[in-house]
């Protein structure tokens, strides 16, 4: 999945969010990251998420060599991201070194909890209303 096409689902009336989500299009120089905020319409049927779990973390979904369906959640979806747009396999290995995890864990869970708090961009669906109909005004700032 590193270095293949994956789909990225993220908090769409977050600014910080979608600031994070604008970095990774930036460095997709082959278009190999799709991102879809988590307010657009089928979003999470698409993608078999509840919408606690899209509140909760950022997505990644994308599939190994042979097909089968891989999903990251939280910091391994933003490695994940991070490995696809550059086409390397570098920040998802770097993750799963013991420790690492533990502590880009924390980290994700931290900005997560705190992400309305953290200067972003106007909001994707503030910005592209036309892509999460029916969103509710701004998100709340509690998971």
């Not at 789909?7 to 977050?14: K, M, P, S």
């Amino acid at each position: 999945m590193a270095t293949g096409s994956i789909d990225l689902v993220f908090d769409g009336q977050c600014g910080f969010c979608t600031r994070a989500a604008g970095w990774i299009r930036r460095l997709d120089r082959h278009g190999r990251v799709r991102i879809h905020p988590s307010q657009g319409a089928g979003v999470l049927d698409r993608f078999g998420l509840s919408e606690p779990a899209a509140h909760s973390a950022a997505w990644a979904f994308g599939s190994d060599g042979s097909g089968r369906r891989i999903a990251h959640e939280g910091a391994a979806a933003v490695a994940s991201s991070f490995d696809s747009a550059l086409g390397v396999r570098l920040f998802l290995p770097f993750y799963r070194v013991p420790g690492v995890r533990w502590l880009q864990d924390r980290a994700y869970r931290w900005v997560a909890e705190h992400r309305y708090l953290l200067r972003g961009v106007t909001p994707w669906c503030q910005a592209h209303p036309e892509d999460c109909p029916g969103a509710a005004g701004p998100a709340s700032c509690s998971l």
